[in-house]
């Protein structure tokens, strides 16, 4: 089964800079669009940016000017890269590979993915 996973979260100071990453170990992502979600607990998941296949970048208004997402073609990882970081930014941070045509391959065996596979997330806490 395929299943992204998350690393790169830490509690850090406001100001500071962290970077998350995003992959499906041991698969190879087929023509997907890449999001980064958050969510705190009692809140509603909130959309934080997205990577489509033809490497157009979104962004919250949130997030804008202080995000950065990027995929390294040759470890097939995702990353999205946060500074200037502040409190309000302190959530869980989830990754999610999807859209029409998605498909994660191993060995040539390859599994839809149209619907969103998700990663577990990864903590990110901004405090001082």
């Known amino acids: 089964q395929v299943r992204l996973m998350e690393s790169g979260g830490d509690s850090v100071q406001p100001g500071g800079s962290l970077t998350l990453s995003c992959r499906a170990p041991?698969?190879?992502?087929?023509?997907?669009?890449i999001d980064w979600y958050r969510q705190v607990p009692g809140k509603q998941r909130e959309w934080v940016s997205s990577?489509?296949?033809?490497?157009?970048?979104k962004y919250a208004d949130s997030v804008k000017g202080r995000f950065t997402i990027s995929k390294d073609k040759a470890t097939d990882t995702v990353y999205l890269r946060m500074n200037s970081l502040k409190p309000e930014d302190t959530a869980q941070y989830s990754c999610?590979?999807?859209?029409?045509?998605?498909?994660?391959?191993?060995?040539?065996?390859?599994?839809?993915?149209?619907?969103?596979?998700w990663g577990r997330g990864t903590q990110v806490n901004v405090s001082s």
């Open positions: 990577l489509d296949t033809d490497g157009a970048t």
């Open positions: 041991g698969f190879t992502a087929q023509r997907c669009v």
């Open positions: 999610r590979g999807g859209g029409p045509g998605c498909h994660y391959c191993r060995n040539g065996d390859c599994y839809r993915s149209d619907h969103g596979t």
